[in-house]
Antibody
Framework: EVQLVESGGGLVQPGGSLRLSCAAS????????MNWVRQAPGKGLEWLSY????????YYADSVKGRFTVSRDNAKNLVFLQMNSLRDEDTAIYYC?????????WGQGSVVTVSS | DIVMTQSPDSLAVSLGERATISCKSS????????????LAWYQHKPGQSPKVLIY???TRESGVPDRFSGSGSGTDFTLTISSLQAEDVAVYYC?????????FGGGTKVEIK
């Protein structure tokens, strides 16, 4: 069974940083592309980032480009989202997802709150 | 960027009745090489993670009830729930995976009338 477990969320002040992790199991992680998607309170889903299996192709949404960095450790079945220069509008539930073209498996989400 | 526009924003349907959600993309999501349509539908229930219902515009994900169906081509797509059940109350999103950035529609909230 595919499992994705996000961690690392919490409360951070504007301008601060957080690093989210997503632990994957139940599938051959090292051949799968991964994504991060978020949902702000009262808003819809927003795609944030994509990383291919070998990490040599990465994409970001304009809203996080230059502030967020995605990476992965295929030996440990982990994908990360380093979030810097956080803003109030980054407050959201952050999901990692597998990427079989479409987003076929989702984690339970990690809550990030940016507030002073 | 491809803009995905869903309508309506919300929908109230009686139990057992049909629910229809529209999604339009600002450009075609039909790939000229493989002839596949890069469009998915997701269901997001309160307190849960989103889950994929339909991909390639009309292929139902394993385990998804057959009352859910997807149709359309090019830039106009529809998600139909043929006979609404209480457990179908959720927000539904379309998403294109034709190009980056991936983009979602704004969502359609489906409720029981």
């Amino acid at each position: 069974e595919v499992q994705l477990v996000e961690s690392g969320g919490g409360l951070v002040q504007p301008g601060g940083s957080l690093r989210l992790s997503c632990a994957a199991s139940g599938f051959n992680f090292k051949i799968y592309s991964m994504n991060w998607v978020r949902q702000a309170p009262g808003k819809g889903l927003e795609w944030l980032s994509y990383i291919i299996a070998g990490s040599d192709t990465i994409y970001y949404a304009d809203s996080v480009k230059g502030r967020f960095t995605v990476s992965r450790d295929n030996a440990k079945n982990l994908v990360f989202l380093q979030m810097n220069s956080l803003r109030d509008e980054d407050t959201a539930i952050y999901y990692c997802t597998t990427s079989n073209h479409y987003l076929d498996h989702w984690g339970q989400g990690s809550v990030v709150t940016v507030s002073s | 960027d491809i803009v995905m526009t869903q309508s309506p924003d919300s929908l109230a349907v009686s139990l057992g009745e049909r629910a229809t959600i529209s999604c339009k993309s600002s450009q075609s999501v039909l790939h000229s090489t493989d002839k596949r349509t890069y469009l998915a539908w997701y269901q997001h229930k309160p307190g849960q993670s989103p889950k994929v219902l339909i991909y390639w515009a009309s292929t139902r994900e394993s385990g998804v009830p057959d009352r859910f169906s997807g149709s359309g081509s090019g830039t106009d797509f529809t998600l139909t729930i043929s006979s609404l059940q209480a457990e179908d109350v959720a927000v539904y999103y379309c998403q294109q995976y034709f190009s980056f950035p991936r983009t979602f529609g704004g969502g359609t909230k489906v409720e029981i009338k």
